[in-house]
């Protein structure tokens, strides 16, 4: 694949004696966005985990931007530079205001100059409508707001590659299309690499350029998304597209 900027092979992962990561081999293209999709339990979140370093794997490897991740400590800090990811739960300090929330990681991580990121901390805020919360704190937001913040959080950062982990999935259905078409605009209009894993079919096949389906913890289909929603390869992709309310 031209342009590869991550490469995942024959990787496996376990929990104890339940394997839960099959021989997973894939590649993603610079500016490409690729949708994990599947029923629960299939593994994406725990495929998405592994690449960013939160969990670890007993065998394969990953490279990204042709080196391959060695995962000490030092390095998955270095690493998790480069590939930001944002979490259904949001994960923001609650002793910490909204600005010093987005701020503390370049600030502390990659030693910018604090001025400099809080001035981009605003505009990223107002970006997302949210610029008037900066002195607020996580528990005075709604789970909407507080997504978005997380969102910022992670582009602060400047990631070369997102991961998105089901971001909508514990907010009401109102606060759903916000986040959406934030995620949306960062593929169509900054063509950012990602990964984005979802159970919103209509977003899925919005953003998607391709889909890889997932099940018992392996890829069961790796299609274009087109394809994948006009005409799934397997009969158990087939089943699931048809259970899904699009």
Same mark, same amino acid.
């Given at each position: 694949m031209?342009?590869?900027?991550?490469n995942?092979?024959?990787?496996n992962?376990?929990y104890g004696k339940k394997?839960?990561?099959?021989?997973?081999?894939?590649?993603?293209?610079?500016?490409e966005?690729v949708?994990?999709?599947?029923p629960?339990?299939?593994?994406?979140?725990?495929l998405i985990?592994t690449?960013n370093?939160?969990?670890d794997?007993?065998?394969?490897?990953i490279f990204?931007q042709?080196?391959e991740?060695?995962?000490?400590?030092?390095?998955?800090q270095?690493?998790?530079?480069?590939?930001?990811? =944002?979490f259904?739960?949001?994960?923001?300090f609650p002793?910490?205001?909204?600005? %010093?929330?987005? #701020?503390?990681g370049? $600030?502390?991580?990659?030693?910018?100059?604090k001025?400099s990121?809080?001035?981009?901390?605003?505009?990223?805020?107002k970006?997302?409508?949210l610029?008037?919360?900066?002195?607020a704190?996580p528990?005075q937001?709604s789970g909407g707001?507080?997504?978005r913040?997380a969102?910022?959080r992670?582009?602060?950062?400047?990631?070369?590659f997102m991961l998105?982990d089901?971001?909508?999935a514990?907010?009401?259905p109102?606060m =759903?299309?916000?986040?959406l078409d934030i995620i949306?605009?960062l593929?169509?209009n %900054?063509?950012m #690499?990602?990964i984005? $894993?979802?159970?919103?079919?209509?977003f899925?096949?919005?953003?998607?350029?391709?889909?890889?389906?997932?099940?018992?913890?392996?890829?069961?289909?790796?299609?274009?998304a087109?394809?994948f929603?006009?005409?799934p390869q397997t009969?158990?992709?087939?089943d699931?597209?048809?259970?899904m309310d699009?």
């Open positions: 031209a342009n590869t900027i991550l995942v092979k024959e990787l992962k376990a394997q839960v990561l099959h021989d997973i081999n894939f590649s993603v293209a610079k500016g966005v949708t994990l999709l599947g629960s339990g299939s593994g994406k979140s725990t985990r690449i370093g939160l969990e794997y007993q065998s394969g490897q990204f042709g080196e991740v060695v995962p000490t400590e030092k390095n998955l270095k690493l998790r530079q480069k590939i930001g990811m =944002v259904q739960s949001y994960d923001l002793n910490l205001s909204v600005l %010093d929330n987005i #701020t503390l370049p $600030v502390k991580v990659q030693k910018k100059d001025k990121v809080e001035s981009e901390a605003h505009e990223l805020l970006s997302v409508g610029n008037e919360f900066a002195s704190y528990r937001l707001q507080k997504q913040v969102i910022v992670a582009l602060a950062l400047h990631p070369e998105f089901e971001v909508t514990s907010l009401d109102e =759903v299309r916000g986040i949306i605009g593929a169509k %900054d063509h #690499t990602m984005v $894993v979802t159970h919103e079919m209509n899925a096949k919005q953003i998607a350029d391709r889909v890889l389906f997932l099940e018992n913890g392996q890829i069961l289909e790796q299609t274009p087109d394809k929603f006009s005409n009969d158990r992709a087939k699931f597209l048809e259970s699009f």
